[in-house]
């Protein structure tokens, strides 16, 4: 899960100004993820 989190940030990065809308998608999918993980250890 981790490494295809790390991918998706990847590729969010590298296509940012082609597709903003896309890569802040994932970043903050990532993000709730995240906190979601925090929330529940």
């Known amino acids: ?5 790390t ?8 296509n940012l100004c ?6 802040i998608r994932y970043l903050q999918y990532n993000y709730i993820l995240l906190t979601k993980l925090l929330n529940d250890s």
């Open 1 to 5: 899960m981790l490494y295809l989190s």
């Open 7 to 14: 991918y998706l940030n990847k590729y969010a990065f590298q």
């Open 18 to 23: 082609d597709e903003r809308h896309i890569a």
